[in-house]
């Protein structure tokens, strides 16, 4: 009596796939095109920062540093819970299993609304802010301090707004999907790719706009 064994075909015990995801693959690829982007927006901030230092020297005092630190403390703990959204997402678990309040049941699309809360405020502050400084004469076109910084932070709110909208189309997927799978996994887990990418830019960009003297 023989026993079978398995092909090098053969799935899993968990049911992933042996190779790389390739939309996971394609994601990290566009992200690192994107960073040359930033990058490039980073070098036309310290570029003329360097040719107007008295310029920056005077604008970077009408900056509300705290209004911004609160908001990327906002932006940093949306983070975390995009990627507890993606533990859901990775056991199969679109929504909560309890009560709304027992935090521990809840499921992928309950993290997601909060993280798109908590995006949400904090396109609102920064919107906030530029109507602040407008009335103070900060303008795009007033100078160069003002081109640089409402570019440079302007680029970046136009790419978290994009990734709410990707959280709206998560959420509306867990609820038109007849069945979660692997697939609607995946599509979360790429979101948070992009989420994660566009917090870490802006840590950077806070850093260098609110602190770089």
Known sequence: MTTATPTLHQAAPTGLP???NMVQVGTMVWLASELMFFGGLFAMYFTLRSTS???WANHTELLNVPLAAA???ILVLSSFTAQFGVLAAERLQPRR???LFAIKSW???EWFILTFIMGSIFVSVQAYEY???VSEGVTIAANAYGSAFYITTGFHAIHVTGGLIAFLMIIGRAYLA???GH???TSAIVVSYYWHFVDVVWIALFFIVYFLR
């Open 178 to 180: 007849k069945r979660f």
């Open 97 to 99: 299993t309890g009560g």
């Open 53 to 55: 230092p008295e310029l």
């Open 183 to 185: 697939h609607e996994a």
């Open 18 to 20: 042996s190779r790389p």
């Open 71 to 73: 908001n990327t403390t």
């Open 107 to 109: 499921g992928m699309v």
């Open 131 to 133: 109507a602040v400084l």
